[in-house]
Every structure is written in structure tokens, then in C-alpha cells.
């Protein structure tokens, strides 16, 4: 990985950043491709920012892609105005790459770019694979719609991988800092019944991974990145729960995440699944925290 030149999309969010920071210490070089170049420069001091394409040099070599830009799936109740922003957000960016390396005439020997385990949508208790069918639902139509326009780079000669990414735990980011603040004041609980999957994954393993993925000349297509165990909500809020030495008492009937939530609720909260990640073990790929209790305790007690 020393000198790659890579190329990152949605740099600023919880992957991005992380990546950004160990693909430094790795020795590659980074150009972040941002709408807003003075907040990137501060989450990113050390990284090159551009704000179009266009400020690219044609001497620039680019080896790789990660795309992960995209309005976040938790950006407030979902309506048909912000549902439709969550797809345009990730085809423009997605579509204005594959333009601009057909118009250049050369191509990233990699790209990653980013998905969601809810390509699937909502599952039962079976595994999970990569192989495995999917079912009707808004994340799963997003999931499809941003896989398809990430392909069009295989026409280029690009390797190409979707990462279909669970929910990502790290220190003061992401998911879990949503979660900390009211199991610390004893007010966490499950959702629902409890007994929905919860894919997850260490942001270090999530890093890891994409590392694997450019590196492993033999990886494509749709690539599950959590955890191989993962647990339901249940299990889930228990074990914070003890990691933080606190009660868990307070429940959120499904009802009621509806009713806040609204359809958000239905996708992502009271839904989920038992997804493994059979393509990524199969290629030699080994998860440095595979237990949950292993993985809290580590961000959140060290």
C-alpha cells in the first residue's frame, strides 16, 4: 500500500475518517473528494481536499477508489423528499466518478464502494451470506440502486467490491455514541421484542477490511462486512449494559419507535440481520474482535 494514491469519497464521515488516518500511517496518499473543503481540512489536516473532480491533475496516477459519500440513513424522519436525497446523494457522486474516469480514459485498479447489509432487507433467523436473497424494501432498492452504479467500473477494467456494511462500533462515533448517553443514565432497553439481528462490526476490523479488499487481487462483488457472530437486540443491549455497569430496564415497545421513528423504525430499528461474512473468511480475512462483549469492552474501557 505504500504510494497508492487513493481517492475517498465521504471522507469526513465515521469510515472515512478512520480510514484516512490509518491509510496515512500505512504511507498512501490520500486526496478527499468534499463539498465542504474548510471541514474536511479540519477533520483532515494532513489530507490533499478537492471539491471537484476537475482539480485533479491528469498526471495523477489514482489506484484506488473508496466511495462512501452519501446522506446518512439517520438524518431525520424519512419522507419521500429525504428518501429520494439518500439515493441521489450516493448515484451523483458514484455516476460523476465513473464520467470522469471514462472521459480520462483510465481507471482505479480497485473500487470499493460503499453499501449496507440492508441490501438484504428485513431477515429471520437464518445466516445470512453473500449468496443469499434479498427482499423488497426501501434499503434494500437504495442498496441495489448504488451497487448497479459502482459496477459500471468493471466496464473500465476496475476491480470492483460493494461493501455491504453492518453497524460500525467505535469510540465516540457512529451508532454507539447515540446509545451511550442514556444506558448511562440507566435508561437503555431494547427495541421492540428484542429478538432482531444486530450485524455489527469493530470500526477496526471495518478498516481492516477495506484494506483486504484492495489488496486481495481475487475479491469482488458483494463483500458482508460485520462481525461472524452477530448477536440480536437483546443480547445486544444487555451486554453494554454490563460493559457499562448499569441496569437496562427500559424498553421501547414497536409501537412507539413507530411512532417517533416512523418508517425508519420499521428499516433499521425493529428489523434486522443475521448476516455473516462468509466472502471476506473465505479469502484469508481475520477479525481482530469477533465476540461483542470483546469488541465494547475495548472501545469503551480502555
Not at 451470506?129 to 459502482?150: G, I, M, P, V
Not at 479488499?213 to 462483488?221: A, I, Q, R
Request: with cysteine; hydrophobic share 40%.
Amino acid at each position: 500500500m505504500i504510494n497508492k494514491t487513493i481517492l475517498i469519497t465521504g471522507a469526513t464521515g465515521f469510515i472515512g475518517r478512520n480510514f484516512c488516518i490509518a491509510a496515512k500511517k500505512k504511507g498512501c496518499n490520500i486526496i478527499a473528494l468534499s463539498r465542504n473543503k474548510s471541514y474536511a481540512k479540519c477533520q483532515l489536516p494532513d489530507t490533499t481536499i478537492i471539491t471537484s473532480l476537475d482539480e485533479l491533475s491528469s498526471k495523477t496516477t489514482i489506484n484506488y477508489v473508496l466511495n462512501l459519500a452519501g446522506e446518512p440513513l439517520v438524518a431525520g424522519r424519512w419522507n419521500k423528499k429525504l428518501k429520494k436525497s439518500f439515493i441521489d446523494s450516493r448515484l451523483s457522486v458514484t455516476n460523476d466518478l465513473f464520467k470522469y474516469f471514462t472521459i480520462r480514459g483510465t481507471c482505479p485498479e480497485v473500487v470499493i464502494s460503499g453499501s449496507a447489509v440492508g441490501y438484504y432487507g428485513a431477515g429471520d433467523d437464518n445466516f445470512i451470506d453473500e449468496t443469499s436473497e434479498s427482499k423488497n424494501s426501501f434499503s434494500q432498492h437504495l442498496c441495489s440502486l448504488w451497487e448497479k452504479s459502482a459496477s459500471n467500473f468493471q466496464s473500465l477494467g476496475s476491480r470492483v467490491c460493494y461493501l455491504r456494511t453492518g453497524i460500525v462500533l467505535g469510540e465516540g462515533e457512529g451508532a454507539l455514541k447515540r446509545m451511550i448517553l442514556p444506558f448511562k443514565l440507566g435508561l437503555g432497553g431494547k427495541l421492540g421484542s428484542g429478538k432482531q439481528w444486530f450485524p455489527w462490526i469493530h470500526i477496526e476490523d471495518q478498516i481492516n477490511l477495506i484494506f483486504h479488499c484492495f489488496e486481495k487481487t481475487g475479491l469482488s462483488g458483494a463483500i458482508n462486512a460485520c462481525s461472524p457472530n452477530p448477536v440480536t437486540n437483546s443480547d445486544f443491549t444487555y451486554t453494554l449494559g454490563r460493559v457499562l455497569s448499569r441496569p437496562v430496564f427500559f424498553n421501547m415497545p414497536s409501537a412507539v419507535a413507530i411512532l417517533i421513528f416512523g418508517e425508519m423504525a420499521n428499516e433499521l430499528l425493529l428489523t434486522g440481520q443475521r448476516a455473516i461474512p462468509k466472502k471476506a473468511i473465505d479469502s484469508g480475512f481475520r477479525f481482530n474482535y469477533e465476540d461483542i462483549q470483546q469488541a465494547l469492552e475495548d472501545i469503551l474501557t480502555h
